[in-house]
């Protein structure tokens, strides 16, 4: 995983985490990679995933058992969604309409890419 300098490590590996979640590599209730696991995937220090795992347990997205793992709650997939629709709300679409605005782009002409976007994922079976 390459990490941007614009955003804390903590909350891009949340980034891919909610990613993974909402693809359904990891679905409810899965055990999800240790904290050691995912720091030797990410290449990063063990304390940024506790960083991030904490966080992700704070937006109850991912639940600790002690002793057994880490598992995706159980409105784990739901929550996650949530988030990762607020924080694309608040930060990405702003400068997006700003950016619409500046270029006169019109929402006829995004809806059509949406819909060629959505159709040419379905076929590949693949979102993002």
């Known amino acids: 995983m390459e990490f941007r300098e ?19 590599a990891w679905g409810q209730e899965d055990r999800i990679p240790s904290v050691r696991e995912l720091a030797i995937q990410l290449e990063v220090n063990p304390n940024t995933v506790m960083r991030t795992y904490e966080f992700l347990q704070q937006k109850e997205i991912v639940l600790n058992q002690r002793g057994v793992g ?16 607020a924080e694309f709300l608040q ?30 994922k379905t076929k590949s079976n693949e979102y993002i």
């Open 70 to 85: 880490i598992f995706v709650g159980r409105d784990g997939i739901k929550n996650a969604a949530a988030y990762k629709r």
């Open 6 to 24: 614009v955003q804390p490590i903590y909350l891009q590996i949340v980034d891919f985490v909610c990613e993974r979640i909402l693809k359904g």
């Open 91 to 120: 930060k990405d679409v702003p400068a997006f309409f700003r950016n619409m605005t500046l270029l006169n782009i019109e929402v006829g002409e995004l809806e059509t890419m949406l819909k060629k976007y959505k159709k040419t």
